[in-house]
């Protein structure tokens, strides 16, 4: 770490300590940690996804249900950039983590999936995934690869192949309730963990932002990795605002090495 200054090397030194030190960490994550995957923050204004409609025209579960077609011609770009994406250093070095028992679950409000392509394991989806469509006249869920070639391919809206209802990608649109089983694990693992690191998010979607609260009640501690500041930063022991696919690996690579 020859050429990092001595506060980043400091901070990351601060960092790899909480993690070593703790029993149950668990990650929160949001857009940012996919925006070097090439993943803008769709939410965000001037991404250009919602500058062409308003997202309660096109993204709530009334406009789904009354016009699918133009649901998914609206989410054409989208869907194109996150078939597009792949995982970046920060997904691949949690996975490390993980693998080495420093981290237990990675509870996402990203529905890109990277997560998981990146090969964690006990990722919980808050906001529901890509990576599988559900029939929404017969329920059936259908794994999204192959179907979402076809549309990406094509922009048709896919068809469920059993009833021939129209599918709907498992992610939650407006007007719709979270994955209430993915929840119920979100809250209580935020509750039982002793350290909450949390990346990417600037916490100003509700529920997901009251997790680190949870985490909080019951004596955890966090470390916050985001650009932007957080209504939580006061309450953590260590907050950094650089890139986190720079300064996630830094970390993982600390606590690794012994
Ligand atoms: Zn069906």
Not at 227 to 240: C, G, H
Request: proline residues 6%.
């Amino acid at each position: 770490m020859a050429n990092l200054s001595k506060a980043k090397v400091k901070i990351i030194h601060q960092a790899a300590n909480l993690i070593k030190e703790s029993h149950h960490v668990v990650a929160l994550t949001g857009a940012g940690i996919s925006t070097p995957s090439g993943i803008p923050d769709f939410r965000s204004p001037g991404s250009g996804l919602w500058t062409r409609y308003s997202p309660m025209e096109v993204a709530s579960l009334t406009a789904f249900r009354y016009d699918p077609e133009h649901f998914y011609e609206w989410l054409h770009p989208l869907a194109l950039t996150l078939f597009n994406a792949r995982p970046n250093p920060a997904h691949l070095a949690l996975v490390k983590l993980q693998s080495a028992g420093y981290l237990a679950t990675i509870i996402t409000q990203n529905i890109d999936g990277l997560h998981t392509r990146a090969g964690a394991k006990d990722v919980l989806d808050v906001h529901g995934t890509m990576s599988t469509l559900t029939c929404i006249d017969c329920f059936k869920q259908f794994p999204a690869e192959g179907i979402l070639q076809e549309y990406i391919s094509h922009c048709t809206t896919p068809h469920c192949r059993d009833c021939g209802g129209i599918l709907k990608p498992d992610v939650i649109l407006y007007e719709e309730q979270l994955p209430v089983k993915t929840w119920i694990k979100a809250e209580e693992t935020s509750r039982k963990c002793d350290l909450m690191i949390i990346i990417g998010t600037s916490l100003e979607v509700m529920p997901s932002a009251k997790l680190p609260v949870f985490a909080l009640e019951h004596g955890a501690r966090l470390i916050v990795i985001n650009r932007f500041e957080t209504y939580i930063d006061v309450r953590a022991e260590v907050v950094i605002r650089e890139d986190v696919a720079d300064i996630i690996p830094k970390i993982a690579a600390e606590v690794l090495s012994g």
